[in-house]
């Protein structure tokens, strides 16, 4: 009579697990198998490389044009082809054209867009250097984004209680704030909201944990659009209470290093793989439209350094590595 049971057991369990898996499944994107990558090492060429003289703290190409977050300066710099700087854009001070810590920048064709979270302040800009608005943040952050036009989302504490880290976002032409819903329920508050905020040039928006292996895809409103998993399926670190006070192991491996975005793929840097030594310097893509993974291509090491900051444009692709950014022409090889 035991033998029917055990049946009966197994199949509500298997039963059980395919209920799992299906739920799971409405909220993320199919995952990659862990650590089985597609290599495609004919991605990038390397074009030339520049000796940064200041501390560069973030990348972003637009138009085929090169800029820069100095944190040294607090300025926005935009850089020829040859690294020679073309543009600035604020520098410490008070006045609004000046800043003195920036957490969020962006960059379109009407000019820059900064968010300062000392001052708390929005500030838009022409590229000729005018204030077209500055825009006083009353909820003090730590982090911001700029969705589109307007538009904006910041890293913040809630008003509730107890209070917890949230997303608030931001309608600048109405004046009003509403919180965005977690976007990763089951991973511990202080790991799911500890990353980064990247935009392709069409305007869709992502948000990548950098201690958890997710992200998710979301639009100008803030409306969710999916959550995925990165290739590398490394679990979130443990909080431990530490001085009396709660924080993540300090052992714990960060995930996600860099991010960049265009209109075909999300572009990872990782260190989770690093049980390889030339793998340190690779890189995933994600489609944009579903966050299933593609392939991956490996930035070779310049002068013995990887990279810390990546970022792309339509076919260039720039990665701060050691004091130097190096440029390289890039090619989708989907398109081949």
């Not at 039963?15 to 898996?21: D, I, Q, V, Y």
């Not at 850089?79 to 520098?91: H, Y």
């Not at 809630?158 to 009003?176: E, G």
Request: aromatic share 12%; proline share 5%; net charge positive.
């Amino acid at each position: 009579m035991k033998k029917p049971i055990l049946i009966l057991s197994i199949s509500i369990l298997s039963f059980l697990l395919t209920c799992f898996l299906v739920v799971r499944g409405k909220n993320l994107a199919a995952p990659a198998p862990n650590f089985e990558r597609i290599y495609k090492n004919d991605a990038i060429r390397l074009v030339r490389s520049f000796e940064m003289p200041f501390d560069v703290l973030d990348l972003k190409i637009y138009d085929q044009r090169f800029f820069v977050l100095n944190r040294s300066d607090q300025q926005i710099v935009e850089l020829d082809t040859m690294g020679n700087v073309v543009a600035r854009w604020g520098k410490r001070g008070g006045a609004p054209a000046e800043f003195q810590h920036i957490i969020g920048w962006d960059v379109d064709r009407q000019g820059v867009y900064v968010l300062d979270v000392r001052r708390l302040a929005i500030t838009e800009l022409t590229f000729e250097g005018s204030v077209v608005a500055y825009y006083p943040v009353r909820s003090s952050f730590v982090r911001g984004h700029r969705l589109a036009a307007k538009h904006y989302v910041l890293k913040a504490m809630s008003k509730d209680s107890p209070r917890r880290q949230a997303f608030l976002l931001i309608d600048i032409s109405t004046d009003s704030t509403t919180v965005m819903k977690s976007p990763f329920p089951e991973v511990p508050n202080d790991i799911a909201f500890d990353g980064v905020f990247v935009k392709n040039n069409v305007g869709r928006n992502f948000y990548v944990s950098h201690w958890a292996s997710f992200f998710f895809s979301f639009d100008a409103t803030g409306k969710q659009l999916y959550t995925a998993e990165t290739i590398d399926r490394t679990p979130p670190p443990t909080i431990l209470e530490q001085s009396g006070a709660m924080g993540m192991d300090p052992k714990a491996t960060l995930v996600n290093i860099s991010m960049s975005a265009n209109e075909r793929h999300l572009y990872i840097l990782s260190r989770a793989r690093s049980r390889a030594q030339e793998d340190k310097g690779a890189v995933d893509l994600y489609d944009v439209r579903n966050g299933k993974y593609e392939y991956s291509f490996l930035i070779p090491g310049f002068k013995g350094e990887y990279p810390r900051i990546i970022a792309v444009g339509e076919n260039q692709f720039l990665a701060f590595q050691g004091e130097a950014i190096v440029h390289y022409r890039f090619q989708d090889v989907r398109q081949k």
